[in-house]
T-cell receptor
Framework: DAKTTQPPSMDCAEGRAANLPCNHS???????VYWYRQIHSQGPQYIIH???NNETNEMASLIITEDRKSSTLILPHATLRDTAVYYC?????????????FGTGTRLKVLA | EPEVTQTPSHQVTQMGQEVILRCVPI?????FYWYRQILGQKVEFLVS????????KSEIFDDQFSVERPDGSNFTLKIRSTKLEDSAMYFC????????????FGPGTRLLVL
């Protein structure tokens, strides 16, 4: 089973920030938090990942709580093209498995 | 920007037939994966592959499935005798030099078994 919990759906107005939460209360010290999105049935698209520090790239920001039990993906200015299913995935980096275990994700709808 | 490619984009086959799905991972990547997604369901891990052997496989990846890297660029998934329940999107992914690196996914092959 996935080690993450996400709300099934969210709406966001175009141009506003979309804040997508994820709970990963059983995360281990060497496990990273990854975010992907899937538009329709296309291949999952990498967005961002982090271990414990907040991260930012050209697509999004990732805020990880100090206890690492939850995180938030922020799309600063959502557009209609950001409508997708967003997946939060916890994956190890040591000698353990490197497979991704996908949950059901959050279906984000950006409204005009 | 380098990307993972997959062919064909769509494949229709009859139950019991063999299919081969092809993937070209990002050129300097060493770790390869197959996932599948049945319509309306979650993305599921099938198998990981490194150094010409399977690293890990899921319960779904039974004897009907096999993977191969026949040359320096292609990575294939073969289903020997397709079943109706094999109908799904199949995604290939690859990772760079270190196992802990990000996986990049291809666009997928939609397989329909009739």
């Amino acid at each position: 089973d996935a080690k993450t919990t996400q709300p099934p759906s969210m709406d966001c107005a175009e141009g506003r920030a979309a804040n997508l939460p994820c709970n990963h209360s059983t995360i281990s010290g060497n496990e990273y938090v990854y975010w992907y999105r899937q538009i329709h049935s296309q291949g999952p698209q990498y967005i961002i990942h982090g271990l414990k520090n907040n991260e930012t790239n050209e697509m999004a920001s990732l805020i990880i709580t100090e206890d690492r039990k939850s995180s938030t993906l922020i799309l600063p200015h959502a557009t209609l093209r950001d409508t997708a299913v967003y997946y939060c995935i916890v994956r190890g980096s040591g000698s353990g498995t490197y497979k991704y275990i996908f949950g059901t994700g959050t279906r984000l709808k950006v409204l005009a | 920007e380098p990307e993972v490619t997959q062919t064909p984009s769509h494949q229709v086959t009859q139950m019991g037939q063999e299919v081969i799905l092809r993937c070209v991972p990002i050129s300097n990547h060493l770790y390869f994966y197959w996932y599948r997604q049945i319509l309306g369901q979650k993305v599921e891990f099938l198998v990981s592959f490194y150094n010409n052997e399977i690293s890990e496989k899921s319960e779904i990846f039974d004897d009907q499935f096999s993977v191969e890297r026949p040359d320096g660029s292609n990575f294939t998934l073969k289903i020997r005798s397709t079943k109706l329940e094999d109908s799904a999107m199949y995604f290939c992914a690859s990772t760079g030099l270190a196992r802990g690196e990000t996986q990049y996914f291809g666009p997928g092959t939609r397989l329909l078994v009739l």
